[in-house]
C-alpha cells in the first residue's frame, strides 16, 4: 500500500477503509448483548390486494437501535451477523417477537393478518428451523397460515438440498413461503416448479421505472403471466406511485407493497391500520 507523501488519495482511502473495519468490528462485537438486552425491534410493514385495496397481510423488518448509533437499518447489520454467524440466533429472535406480536395484538381483540418473517440463507439450511418455527408458533397458540417466509432466490444457490428439505417441512405445516427480490438473482426458473413455493415478490427495481422503461415494463408483464400459469401469486414491491400501482393492477399483480401505500411503522402504529383492513388512498 502506497505510503509516500502526495499520495493522500490511498491514504484517505486507508482511513475510509479503516473506519469502516472498526465499525463492522465494533457492532460484530455487540451482537450477542444487543440480543440480551432487547436492542433489536421490528417494524411492518403492509401488503395490500391490488383488488380493493385490502390489507393482506404484513411483512416484519427487523431494526437495531444501537444505544450509540441509534436506529440502524437491516442492510448495515444483517451481512454482518451472516458473516459472522449471528444470523441464526437473531433468525430465532425474529421469529419468537413475530408470533408474541400477533398473539399479542389477538389478545388485545385487534383483527390480525399472517406476517412474513424474512429467513437469510444460512439459516434456511438449519436443520431446526422448521421445527422451532413450528414450535414457536405453536406456543403462542397461532395457525400457522398467520406465517409466512420470504427467502430469497440467492439464498437457494447452495447447497439448495438442504433448504429445499426444510422448505418442504414448513409448506407442509401450513406456512406459505414466498420468493423475495425475484428477478435479481439468479433466477433459476426451475425453482419456481421445484420448489414449494405460494408467490413471487417482484424486486423494486424493476417497478421503480415501470411507467417509463418499457423493458421494465414487459419483464414485469412477462413475470406475471408466468407466475401465474404456474399457479403463484405475485407480489409487487417498493410501488412508490399511484401511476406504478394503477399500470400494477391492470397488469393483474395480486398485491402491491411500497411507500406509496404504507411505510414500515413500529407496532404501536399498526393497530390502526389492522382495525380498518381497508386502505382509502
Ligand atoms: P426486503 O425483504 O426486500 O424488504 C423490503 C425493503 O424495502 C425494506 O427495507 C423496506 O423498508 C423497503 N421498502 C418498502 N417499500 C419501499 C418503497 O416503496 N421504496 C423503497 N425505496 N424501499 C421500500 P429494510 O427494512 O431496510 O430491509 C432491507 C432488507 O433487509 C430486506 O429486504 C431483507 O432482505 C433484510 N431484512 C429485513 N428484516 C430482516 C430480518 O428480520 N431478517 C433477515 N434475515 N433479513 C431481514
Ligand atoms: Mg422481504
Ligand atoms: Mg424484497
Ligand atoms: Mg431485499
Redesign the pocket.
Known amino acids: 500500500i502506497a505510503k509516500k507523501k502526495g499520495q493522500g488519495r490511498f491514504h484517505f482511502y486507508d482511513a475510509s477503509l479503516n473506519a469502516l473495519a472498526v465499525r463492522e468490528s465494533e457492532l460484530t462485537s455487540r451482537f450477542k448483548s444487543a440480543i440480551q438486552d432487547n436492542e433489536f425491534c421490528l417494524?411492518y410493514?403492509a401488503k395490500y390486494e391490488l383488488d380493493g385495496l385490502r390489507l393482506g397481510g404484513l411483512?416484519?423488518?427487523?431494526r437495531w437501535e444501537h444505544p450509540v448509533h441509534g436506529l440502524i437499518?437491516?442492510?448495515d447489520f444483517?451481512p454482518l451477523a451472516e458473516q459472522n454467524d449471528y444470523?441464526i440466533p437473531i433468525?430465532y429472535w425474529?421469529i419468537n417477537a413475530v408470533c408474541a406480536q400477533i398473539a399479542k395484538w389477538r389478545a388485545n381483540g385487534v383483527p390480525t393478518v399472517p406476517v412474513a418473517?424474512?429467513?437469510?440463507a444460512q439459516?434456511l439450511r438449519d436443520s431446526q428451523l422448521p421445527r422451532h418455527l413450528i414450535h414457536a408458533i405453536e406456543n403462542h397458540g397461532l395457525a400457522p397460515c398467520m406465517i409466512e417466509v420470504?427467502v430469497?432466490e440467492s439464498s437457494l444457490i447452495d447447497d439448495t438440498e438442504a433448504a429445499q428439505a426444510n422448505l418442504r417441512q414448513l409448506t407442509n405445516a401450513g406456512i406459505r413461503v414466498f420468493l423475495?427480490?425475484f428477478g435479481t438473482g439468479f433466477s433459476n426458473l426451475s425453482w419456481l416448479k421445484q420448489l414449494p413455493i405460494s408467490a413471487i415478490k417482484i424486486d423494486?427495481s424493476f417497478v421503480r421505472d415501470l411507467r417509463n422503461d418499457t423493458n421494465d415494463a414487459i419483464i414485469v408483464a412477462s413475470m406475471i403471466t408466468l407466475a401465474h400459469n404456474l399457479g403463484l401469486i405475485v407480489v409487487a414491491?417498493?410501488?412508490?406511485s399511484k401511476d406504478q400501482l394503477v399500470h400494477l393492477k391492470a397488469v393483474g399483480c395480486n398485491h402491491a407493497?411500497?411507500?406509496?401505500l404504507h411505510r414500515?411503522a413500529a407496532p404501536e402504529n399498526i393497530e390502526s391500520l389492522l382495525q380498518q383492513q381497508v386502505l382509502t388512498v
Open positions: 417494524h410493514q411483512e416484519a423488518l427487523i437499518f437491516p442492510n444483517i444470523i433468525g425474529v418473517i424474512n429467513i437469510s439459516h420470504e430469497t423475495d427480490d423494486r414491491e417498493g410501488v412508490e407493497q411500497g411507500f406509496y414500515p
